[in-house]
């Protein structure tokens, strides 16, 4: 026999199944912004982009202005095309701390420079 409160905990989390259902799912589409900075680290024309997925230059120009949204067949592609740009190309900031640090260690060794107000120059070299 179930107690009265396990009786409104399996309510609550039904009613929490019930509203996962109704929510709309996220279907991959970044903001319009990022839109054209994938196409662009991708060196895709608009019109390149255009021709792959049978529509206009100037669809693909609205949807990268936030001006309309692509409907389907073609959102399921565009979808999947800026996926793998992103992949390909993550944005600047989401290298995490650690990575630069390591990039920062493992890189080559680079000219001492003095830190700023510490009164010393860098040496200049013949090439200067």
Do not use: C
């Not at 929490?16 to 990022?34: F, I, M, N, Q, T």
């Not at 608009?46 to 990268?64: F, I, K």
């Not at 060794?109 to 510490?118: E, I, T």
Request: glycine content about 6%; aromatic content about 4%.
């Amino acid at each position: 026999m179930t107690s009265v409160s396990e009786e409104q905990g399996n309510a609550l989390f039904d009613a929490v199944d019930a509203l996962l259902e109704e929510a709309s799912p996220v279907d991959g589409l970044p903001e319009p912004a990022e839109r054209k900075r994938l196409r662009e680290a991708g060196s895709l024309s608009q019109e390149r982009v255009a021709h792959t997925l049978g529509v206009r230059r100037e669809a693909v120009s609205a949807w990268e202005a936030g001006r309309s949204e692509p409907r389907p067949p073609q959102r399921a592609a565009y979808i999947r095309l800026l996926t793998g740009l992103a992949a390909k190309f993550p944005p600047p900031q989401s290298i995490a701390p650690q990575q630069s640090v390591l990039r920062a260690i493992t890189a080559p060794a680079a000219a001492p420079q003095s830190a700023p107000g510490s009164g010393h120059k860098p040496q200049r070299t013949a090439s200067d």
